[in-house]
């Protein structure tokens, strides 16, 4: 700024004795006054802003800063709420049958099994819930150094169907699998792993019974970009609701989701994953007909 501002007087100096000199000389000393003053005043004024703009950028950006971090305190606050809400309803259905059975069902060997099984079926929903968390806050925290080890994508892909053929049996669907086996990505396997099997296991959950779920890769723009798609055949998803799919705790029907063991995690953590592998997501989607979802990777 000291500088600025003896850049300022130097030139209001240098301009103001060329003036006097100049008028006084042609015997005009009230004009040469009046004229120093003005371009004084003119060139104070530029100076002023001169000097002005980088202090006013740097409000701008102490209120942009300000801005976002209003916003990450509102999300994160969104998000403990929404946690301990989900936190909150398995456990209140565990303790709520835990002390019927202490008051007596227990005696009654069908109420018994009966209660049993949803304490069981709500226990194990909490564990996958905190499984999910845990994978989210680890992928937020980057934890997972860099990695770029050669992924195998059939052969990783085909283990994630062995992993969950119980799933598709008991539903009926078929998984078919059509990726070359020349096909390899760089990163970390397992979250790749991750990411598919999230993908993978919702084709299957709102698929209709009997339904077909296609994983197939495709390579698109001359070869630079290779995309593996998940399609289904099953309820599909509304225009509206394709914008939110990946955010976390949205569901487009909240009952379904739990029903089939949902935890509303499951594409926040896709997102997230393809974000690590720098790869593009696209849904497309059409009620009653099925729904695909494609991973656009760069080939590197
Ligand atoms: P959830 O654990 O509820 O399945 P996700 O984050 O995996 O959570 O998915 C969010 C919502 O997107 C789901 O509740 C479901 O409504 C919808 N959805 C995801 N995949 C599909 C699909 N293949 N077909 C239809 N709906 C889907």
């Not at 980088?54 to 102490?62: D, G, H, N, R, T």
């Not at 909150?88 to 002390?99: A, C, D, V």
Request: aromatic share 8%; charged share 30%; proline share 2%.
């Amino acid at each position: 700024m000291r500088i600025k501002f003896v850049i300022s007087a130097v030139i209001v100096s240098i301009v103001n004795l060329f003036i006097f000199y100049l008028l006084f000389n042609q015997g005009k000393p009230l004009l040469a006054v009046i004229l120093c003053l003005i371009t004084t005043i003119v060139i104070s004024v530029f100076w002023f802003k001169w000097i002005i703009k980088p202090v006013e950028i740097m409000k701008k950006q102490l209120e942009e800063a300000d801005e976002e971090n209003i916003k990450s305190e509102r999300i994160r606050s969104e998000f403990v709420a929404n946690v301990s809400h989900e936190l909150k309803t398995p456990l209140t259905s565990i303790l709520g049958f835990i002390e019927t059975l202490q008051d007596g069902a227990a005696e009654e060997p069908e109420l018994r099994t009966k209660f049993l099984d949803i304490v069981a079926i709500e226990t194990s929903r909490l564990k996958r819930l905190i499984e999910d968390l845990l994978v989210l806050s680890d992928i937020e925290n980057k934890r997972d150094r860099y990695e770029d080890k050669k992924i195998f994508v059939e052969k990783s892909v085909k283990e994630i169907i062995a992993s969950i053929t119980p799933i598709a049996k008991s539903r009926n669907v078929t998984v078919k699998l059509n990726i070359d086996e020349s096909f390899i990505i760089l990163g970390n396997e397992d979250r790749f792993k991750q990411m598919m099997l999230n993908l993978i296991e919702n084709a299957i959950k709102y698929s209709k019974v009997s339904g077909t779920v296609y994983i197939f890769n495709e390579y698109l723009d001359d070869g630079k970009k290779v995309s593996i798609t998940v399609r289904d055949e099953g309820i599909g998803i509304s225009k509206e609701h394709i914008e939110r799919l990946f955010e976390r705790f949205y569901r487009v029907d909240k009952s379904r989701s739990t029903k089939v063991g949902g935890t509303g995690l499951g594409l926040s953590i896709v997102k997230h994953i393809a974000n690590l592998f720098e790869a593009e997501l696209k849904v497309e989607s059409d009620i009653n007909k099925g729904s695909s979802f494609k991973v656009i990777f760069s080939v590197k």
